[in-house]
Each structure stands twice: as C-alpha cells, then as structure tokens.
C-alpha cells in the first residue's frame, strides 16, 4: 500500500460489493476519508479506532450508492467534519442510497476539476459518471494513484443500471481514464489495480464487444433486455439475473441514443435494431 493511503474495509460482503466497500484513509494526522462506507455502527468505530489522535479534514464521498455513502453523515458527525462530494444529481436521476435513507447529498458540492489538500496531500476531483451520475474518481496528486471508486474494479465490471446508470457516459469514462498517467487504481471493492491502463482498455474492450453481441441479438428477434440475458449469460446464476438485465437495458438504450436500435411501442421496454 502507498506510504500515504490505509484502508479499512466493511464488514458488507456480498455479490456486487466483493469483500466488503473499502474506506481508504489519505494523509497522515491531518486526513481525508474516502468512501466511509455503509451506515453500519461496527465499521463506523473500527474507522474511529483507526484515527485515534488524528484529524480528519474531508470526509469525500465517490458517489451515491449505500454502500459508499450512507455511512458518511454519521461518521462526519462524529469526527467533525464536512461530507464532499459532487452534489447534487438532476432531480429525476437523483441517486437514492438505499431503503430507509434519503438522497445523498454531501454538505459541500466538488466540481470535476477541483482539489482539496491537507499536509503533505492534494486529491482532485474527477466526475467520472456512467456506473452512477454522481460519480468521482480521486486523484492523489503527485503519487501516481487513482482511487477509482466503483467506476473501475479489479474483481468484477461495474453495474450500470438506468436511469442513473448510463453505458455512453461509463465508455466516455472510461476513455477519459486512458488519458490520466496513474499507476495504481485504488477501487472501492476488491484489490488494487497495478496495471490500470491495460485494465481500463480490457474493460473498454469487453464493453464494446458485449454492445455488438446485444446488436446482433437484436437483428436476431430478441427484443428486450430480458430475452438477451439468456444468450449472453447462460447459466448465470439467479442472484446476478436482474444485473444483467440492467446492463443490457444499459446497452440497448446507448444504442437507441447512437441511431442504430429504436424502442417499440408496449408496456415492456423492447427494441429492434434499424438497418
């Protein structure tokens, strides 16, 4: 691990979070905090113990997602600090965290582009949406480091499910990543990433070529994302059915939005390829 970054991982494992969301902590004595992580008690004072004696300065939030944000207003409060994030989304994309909590919003809104720093630190704001609207990548200025919260991970792709989750965004993302120089990816779930760029351009790879199956699944008759799971996952398991779905939905829409799929007339959102 870097000499400035430790992390503290929740105890919320699970299908789509690996072992567990990491919290990473940034900075020595003077701290920012990186995804607190679920509204969980038990995680909320292992992060506590963990910066015994030491300030926390920003509390930074990647994006909506329960598993990264709900934790944030607890744990802010209890050390002190300000929740940053990107602000707030359009009203009908707004990100819900989870039953039983409302919207995020952080108390202060990040622009792409802007940084914060503390002693011997700088982190910048990278708006990187596709996986979520809201979602930033941070970058530790000067050290090469990417924390590149749920947009790329090392153990699985990113979910993006529509209406917050949009495929064009995510692959324009993504190509923005290819343009950075970082050498390590810190994600929010699963290992760090020591090859980003052959990563990011494998991801990219996989993402186009999962767009031309759905294509050619759709000049064969299947029009809707629940008819193509099954050709292009077989025999995926039942807890993941509904992910795919919402990534082929993701795709499909990305094509209607490119002029070469367009939406029928129903109740259930089905298309059929033009030309």
Same mark, same amino acid.
């Given at each position: 691990? *870097?000499?400035?970054?430790?992390?503290? /991982?929740?105890?919320?494992?699970?299908?789509?979070?690996?072992?567990?969301?990491?919290?990473?902590?940034? %900075?020595?004595?003077?701290?920012?905090?990186?995804? !607190? %992580?679920?509204?969980? !008690?038990?995680?909320?004072? =292992?992060?506590?113990?963990?910066?015994?004696?030491?300030? /926390?300065?920003?509390?930074?939030?990647? *994006?909506?997602?329960?598993?990264?944000?709900?934790?944030?207003?607890?744990?802010?409060?209890?050390?002190?600090?300000?929740? #940053?994030?990107?602000?707030?989304?359009?009203?009908?994309?707004?990100?819900?965290?989870? =039953?039983?909590? !409302? @919207?995020?919003?952080? +108390?202060?809104?990040? =622009? +792409?582009?802007?940084?914060?720093?503390?002693?011997?630190?700088?982190?910048?704001?990278?708006?990187?949406?596709?996986?979520?609207? +809201?979602?930033?990548?941070? $970058?530790?200025?000067?050290?090469?480091?990417?924390?590149?919260?749920?947009?790329?991970?090392?153990?699985?792709?990113?979910?993006?499910?529509? @209406?917050?989750?949009?495929?064009?965004? #995510?692959?324009?993302?993504?190509?923005?990543?290819?343009?950075?120089?970082?050498? /390590? #990816?810190? !994600?929010?779930?699963?290992?760090?990433?020591?090859? @980003?760029?052959? *990563?990011?351009? $494998?991801?990219?790879?996989?993402?186009?070529?999962?767009?031309?199956?759905?294509?050619?699944?759709?000049?064969?008759? &299947?029009?809707?994302?629940?008819?193509?799971?099954?050709?292009? #996952?077989?025999?995926? =398991?039942?807890?993941? /059915?509904? $992910?795919?779905?919402?990534?082929?939905?993701?795709?499909?829409?990305?094509?209607?939005?490119?002029?070469?799929?367009?939406?029928?007339?129903?109740?259930?959102?089905?298309?059929?390829?033009? &030309?």
């Amino acid at each position: 691990m *870097h000499r400035l970054v430790r992390r503290i /991982v929740a105890r919320n494992p699970g299908p789509m979070t690996c072992h567990g969301t990491s919290t990473w902590i940034v %900075g020595e004595r003077h701290v920012a905090v990186i995804d !607190p %992580g679920p509204d969980d !008690p038990a995680h909320r004072r =292992a992060l506590l113990a963990a910066l015994a004696g030491e300030v /926390v300065t920003h509390v930074l939030v990647t *994006h909506g997602h329960h598993d990264h944000s709900a934790g944030a207003a607890g744990f802010a409060a209890a050390v002190g600090a300000a929740v #940053y994030g990107f602000g707030r989304p359009e009203a009908a994309r707004t990100v819900s965290v989870g =039953a039983g909590h !409302p @919207p995020f919003l952080p +108390d202060q809104s990040l =622009a +792409d582009g802007e940084a914060i720093a503390g002693p011997g630190w700088t982190l910048t704001a990278i708006h990187t949406p596709g996986h979520a609207s +809201d979602h930033l990548c941070f $970058a530790l200025d000067g050290e090469g480091v990417l924390f590149s919260g749920d947009h790329v991970m090392g153990w699985s792709t990113s979910m993006v499910s529509p @209406p917050d989750g949009d495929m064009g965004a #995510y692959i324009a993302s993504l190509r923005r990543l290819l343009g950075r120089s970082e050498t /390590v #990816y810190l !994600p929010g779930h699963g290992p760090a990433i020591n090859d @980003p760029r052959g *990563h990011t351009e $494998a991801l990219l790879a996989h993402r186009l070529a999962r767009e031309a199956a759905i294509l050619a699944a759709l000049r064969a008759g &299947n029009a809707s994302a629940a008819a193509i799971v099954p050709t292009l #996952y077989p025999g995926l =398991a039942e807890p993941l /059915v509904r $992910a795919a779905a919402r990534s082929v939905l993701a795709h499909l829409l990305k094509l209607e939005a490119d002029g070469v799929a367009e939406r029928l007339q129903g109740p259930e959102e089905a298309f059929r390829a033009v &030309n």
